[in-house]
Structures are given as C-alpha cells and as structure tokens.
C-alpha cells in the first residue's frame, strides 16, 4: 500500500505555515462571493474566520478544502495547493460542515470505520484511534448506538471526533455550534480546546457568534467578501481602543452636562444609564468620582467587545449586516454545485 | 464535559494516511460496497417489503390471470410470470438502492463521500456493487419460491439466473446512479419511477409474453433495455419445463430483430455493454459535481 507520512508531530506553533490564501476569489456568474482574500495561519494556531452569513466564509472555507475552485488566486494548506494537489490536501485536513453529514442508520463507530477506511487508516491502528477520538468527545459509551438516536449536539461531537480520525494537519470546523443551544455549544467548544492541546492540530474555524471568535488565537472579520480586519482578539479590541463606562447617578442630566464641562466628553443617556467612552476607562473612574461633582450610585466600566470592533470596521452591527447577508444570496457551494 | 475525559486518553498516536495506489481504490470500492450492505441488512423493514410486491405479482396476479390464459395446457400461468417477477425484483430494488444517493445528498452524507481523498470512480463503482449485491440478494430470495410455481431446482438454471441477475443489478444500478447524480431532491424519486421504472417494467414482457403484439408495442418492447434482461431469464426458466411447441413459442418468444431471433449470449453481451457504458456515465455524471 502506498503510505504517505503526514508527520503531524513535528509542527511547532508558528514554525510553518498551515494555510495561505493569497488574492483568493471566487466569483458565480455576476457575483463575486470571495473579492480576494490574503490570510496566514501558523501551524498550530486557532484562526477565527468571523462574519455574518453571506460574507464569504463558507465559500472560502470550501476552497480551501477543495470542494470548489477559486475563480482566481492561490491557496495552500498543510504545504499543498489546493487545485494542483487536491488529493494530498484532502488527505491532511479534517473537515466539519455545517450540516451533518452522517449516515443516521449506522451507528457511531461505523461511522467513523467507514471514514477511517476511506482515508486509508492502517487496519492495525483503527481500534485505538477510533476510541481516542470518540473518548476525546465523550462518546465512547455510546460507539454501537445508531446515530438517528443522537442529539444534535451529540452528532457534532462525533462529527469533530471523525474529522480528526485520520491525525490531520488542519481541521475545518464551518460554524461548529450552529443552530446548538448555549450549553451544547459550550460543551463542544469544551471539546475544541482539549483537542487542540492533545492533537497538536491547527484549527481553521468560521463564526458569526462574536463570543466564540474569543476562543481563536487571531481572527479575520470577513464583509461583503473582504476582510476588513485581521489579529488577536485581544488587538482588534484594543484597536476600538476607548472604553464604554456607564453611570447611575442621582442627577443624570446634571451628569451629562459635567462630562461635557470638566472633562470634555460626550455622554448619551442610554437605557437609564449615562454612557460614555473614554480612554483608560479604569483609571479614569477614581477621577471620576472626585470631580464629578454628582452623587454616583454605580459604575460599570467594559472593555470594548468584538461587537464594538465589528461596529468599527463596517460601520453595522453584526446582526444588521446577516439581515442584509443572508437576502443576498445563500451562500452554500454545495447547494450550487447540485443545482445542475 | 471535556475533562472527565482526560485521564483514560493515552498519548496522541499520529496515524499514517495512504496513498493512491490500487490497493487505496480497491479499498474505498469495498467500504462503500460494504455500508450498502450494513444498511440493507439492518433494514429489515424495507427486505420485507420489497418482497411484498413480488410476491403479490406472483401469487396474486399471476393466479388471478391463470384461469384467463392457460385454459388449454395444464399450465400454470404463474410459471410463466416467475422469470418476469425476477426481473421486476430486480429492477425495482436496483433502481431503489441507486435512488439512496439522493437521500445521501439530502442527509449530507454525500458530502463526507466527495471530500475524501479517493478517486470519485472508485465511490461510484462501489455504490453500484452495493446496490447490485443488494438487489441479487432479493432476487435470490424470490429465485427460492421456483418450487412453488412448478419450476423445478435445477443447478444449472439457479446458477445461470444468479448470473444474469447480478449483471442486470449491475446494469440497473449504474442506470439508476446516473440519474440520481442529476437530481437533487428526494421528490423526483417518484417522477423517475413514472418515466422509467414503471414503462421499463411493462415493456419488458414480464408480465405478458411479447409475441402477437401490435407493432407499435412490439417496436417499444425491443427498446426497452430491461427486454434483453428479461428474455434469458426466461430462457433459463423455459428450458427447465416441458411444454408443447406451440405454446413454448407464444410464451417464450424470445427478441427478434427483423428476422434475426437474438441468440442468449448475444442479449447477454447487450447487457454486459449496457453495464459498461451505464457504469462510465454515472462516472463522468460524478466527477463532474466540483
């Protein structure tokens, strides 16, 4: 059998690079989904691809996995391009979808035997992965239940447990909490981490839920088919730079007007509370309460969100932008590719 | 949650993936082979009531007819339906079997299928298998009622109808993948039912013999794919019974084009083409979805 070493173990985070896309578009017919994108993603490294339906992310996701061409550009994962060698891509990436895709009348592990066989898992090795893998996801009690018994979040969990069957380089997860509840989806971003440190993997994600972008190393907003912005978490926050503080005080407008007059700053009562962004928000609230000049009742100084940092590069909310996103055009290449 | 997990874990074992060699198609073919027969076996439901309607064919039909038909031998009409309720078998559980792909495409399991790094012919081919072994499988079954409609067990007949039944599988099956390939939702199952399977099965002369027809039906039954099928089924059955000359003649008249009566092996050879080309174009129909 021709065996193909995928060396997983050797990667170090930020010694190579797991994925590059560079100027990559993709355009159907009149619309351009994907307007060329540049993006690096260490090996090791959680990556954040973070926009509202209908930015681009699943069609850039889909490239990347060679399940469609690009119109244009180049991309590379685990070392390889992904038109000229497709295969060898295929062969080092896990991949989660959006949608399920399993087979409901099997059961867990077969499964995840079929998948192992399909990527040529040495017979010899099956057992012990298989069970490291369903272990890893908290489904190993349930390995000869059919999968038509699982819940949702049960499904995803096994489909991330055979995503990473095969010891890939890099793992698509296209929206892996979509449409869970809120503990389902803490649950599996439970899972994503502990994999993360036992794998050694690299972790390409898409998400439009603002606090899971918080879990990725970097994260690139994607709109209208270009990223707007692209780092840390922690730096874009910082990029929005100012702080939102908010006061309870006796005397609101009083408030309002001595913002104005001793500081400078324009506050907004909003939702029973005087707003105001200000530098250095905690280090401004001794000061604050020494000048103020109003009794104040209470304080609630917060960092600036993603939200804010999504308001700053597009000018809209996250959820205003899906409304706009999502009329546009529904962006499954899949759906596309079958409507022959 | 994640760390109740941690301790029973041992150390990352990095798995080699292989390659593209021949042992690697040969190695996808068998484990999509392998899920079609997971998934017939487990359906229990669906083996039962796919035989439903071959045996009511059989019995029902074909003793509802017999008074109408064989009023002159002591023949039993059901005798001669059998090799057409084989065919029938045949047909209706290869094109159901090829038709599970658009449910794979609705279910997303198509999906995990085409974003594996093999070949796309060696999933098609395996798919065609799966679902050639599955319909032989039920065509077996029915080929065990023979005693019950006065169709003696002889080794030779069982053989040569398992043979040409799996060919036939094989050939509806790819038939029946190609079409899946161009559909995309679960709905248009019934609309290829109505314009395939059914005038398929009814042309083929399973249920009525082909001879002394008007012409225009007898010009439809030699366009029929399945007629070629079903003709050495027959023969097969034919050759095992004892009949007048005459009513062998009207019963089993066998294809003729022109004044050409078609030899067995060459209506065989028919279906062995069939098989190849239906094959490749379901094929090419799949490796063009990217």
């Not at chain 1, 590379?76 to 087979?103: K, M, P, S």
């Not at chain 2, 941690?6 to 899920?35: C, E, H, M, S, Y």
């Not at chain 2, 294809?255 to 190849?276: D, H, K, N, R, T």
Request: with cysteine.
């Amino acid at each position: 059998m021709a065996v193909v070493d995928t060396e997983p173990t050797k990667l170090a985070v930020g010694s190579e690079i797991a994925v590059l896309a560079d100027d990559l578009r993709k355009s159907y017919r009149e619309v351009e989904a994907v307007k060329g994108v540049n993006f690096k993603v260490s090996a090791g490294e959680t990556f954040g691809f973070l926009g509202p339906n209908g930015a681009g992310k699943s069609t850039t996701i889909s490239m990347l996995c060679t399940i469609i061409h690009p119109t244009s550009g180049v991309a590379r994962v685990a070392g390889f391009d992904v038109v000229r060698d497709q295969a060898q891509v295929r062969r080092h990436i896990g991949l989660v979808f959006q949608d399920t895709t399993l087979d409901d009348y099997l059961t867990a592990s077969e499964n995840l035997s079929f998948h192992a066989e399909l990527y040529g898992v040495p017979k010899g090795q099956v057992r012990t992965r298989l069970q490291q893998v369903m272990e890893m996801v908290g489904l190993w009690d349930r390995r000869d239940s059919l999968v038509r018994t699982f819940s949702g979040g049960m499904k995803r969990r096994l489909e991330i447990a055979r995503g990473l069957l095969h010891s890939p380089r890099v793992l698509f997860l296209d929206e892996p909490t979509v449409g869970l509840d809120p503990q389902t989806r803490s649950h599996i971003w439970g899972y994503i981490t502990e994999l993360k440190k036992r794998e050694n993997v690299t972790i390409f994600l898409t998400t439009h839920y603002m606090d899971e972008a918080e879990y990725c190393d970097r994260i690139a907003i994607i709109d209208n088919g270009v990223i707007v912005a692209s780092d840390t978490p922690e730096a874009l926050k910082a990029s929005v730079g100012q702080d939102r503080v908010e006061l309870h005080t006796a005397d609101d407008q009083a408030t309002i007007a001595n913002l104005s007059m001793k500081f400078g700053l324009e506050a907004k009562l909003s939702e029973g509370s005087v707003a105001f962004f200000v530098d250095q928000g905690e280090e401004f609230v001794p000061r604050l309460f020494s000048e103020l000049g109003v009794k104040i009742q209470s304080v609630r100084v917060a960092r600036p969100t993603l939200d804010d940092v999504f308001m700053n590069y597009t000018g809209r909310t996250i959820r205003d932008a899906e409304v706009t996103g999502s009329e546009k055009m529904r962006q499954n290449p899949f759906v596309r590719a079958r409507g022959r | 949650m994640a760390a109740t997990t941690q301790n029973t874990i041992p150390a990352f074992v990095p798995v080699r993936v292989a390659g593209n060699g021949v042992a690697d198609d040969l190695r996808a073919i068998l484990v999509v082979w392998k899920r079609e027969l997971i998934r017939f076996i487990r359906n229990r439901l669906r083996i039962l009531t796919s035989l439903a309607q071959p045996v009511l064919f059989l019995y029902i039909l074909g003793t509802g007819l017999s008074p109408l038909i064989s009023q002159t031998a002591h023949f039993n009409f059901r005798t001669f339906m059998f090799p057409g309720v084989l065919g029938m078998t045949i047909l209706f559980t290869s094109i159901f079997s090829a038709m599970s792909i658009v449910w794979d495409r609705e279910f997303g399991f198509l999906r995990e299928m085409m974003v594996a790094p093999v070949h796309r012919w060696t999933l098609v081919l395996g798919k065609c298998l799966g679902g050639a072994t599955v319909a032989s499988i039920q065509g077996a079954i029915i080929l065990a009622l023979a005693g019950t409609v006065g169709v003696p067990y002889s080794p030779v007949m069982v053989l040569t109808l398992l043979g040409e039944m799996m060919l036939t599988a094989f050939a509806l099956t790819a038939f029946g993948v190609m079409i899946a390939a161009r559909i995309s939702q679960v709905e248009s199952f019934q609309m290829v039912t109505q314009f395939f399977v059914l005038p398929m099965f009814f042309l083929s002369g399973a249920i009525f013999p082909l001879s002394d027809l008007p012409a225009w039906l007898g010009v439809l039954s030699k366009i029929d794919p399945l007629s070629y099928a079903v003709a050495p089924f027959r023969e097969a059955v034919f050759s095992q019974i004892h009949l007048p000359a005459a009513l062998t003649k009207t019963l089993n008249p066998g294809i003729a084009w022109g004044a050409w009566q078609l030899p067995v092996w060459f209506e065989i050879a028919m279906i062995m083409v069939a098989a190849l080309a239906m094959v490749g174009a379901a094929i090419r129909q799949f490796s063009r979805t990217d």
